[in-house]
């Protein structure tokens, strides 16, 4: 078992449900309140693109480093 390449599978895993959240969000346009303020759609926009990448990144750097 490679520890290195199950840490970031794992968080590769966890970044694309992240991801899915967020992508979830835009479709329902439900709001979200942190504290007082309502953050605006184009936040999770941004954020499904950024966790999106880093979990595809993360799952090629565990297949590279498995072999």
């Given at each position: 078992?490679?520890?290195?390449?199950?840490?970031?599978?794992?968080?590769?895993?966890?970044?694309?449900?992240?991801?899915?959240?967020?992508?979830?969000?835009?479709?329902?346009?439900?709001?979200?309140?942190?504290?007082?303020?309502?953050?605006?759609?184009?936040?999770?926009?941004?954020?499904?693109?950024?966790?999106?990448?880093?979990?595809?990144?993360?799952?090629?750097?565990s297949s590279r480093s498995a072999t």
């Amino acid at each position: 078992m490679n520890s290195p390449a199950t840490g970031l599978k794992l968080s590769a895993i966890f970044f694309a449900i992240f991801a899915l959240v967020h992508l979830y969000r835009l479709v329902k346009q439900f709001d979200v309140v942190v504290g007082s303020h309502r953050p605006p759609l184009c936040v999770s926009v941004v954020a499904l693109i950024v966790a999106g990448a880093l979990s595809i990144w993360m799952w090629k750097l565990s297949s590279r480093s498995a072999t």
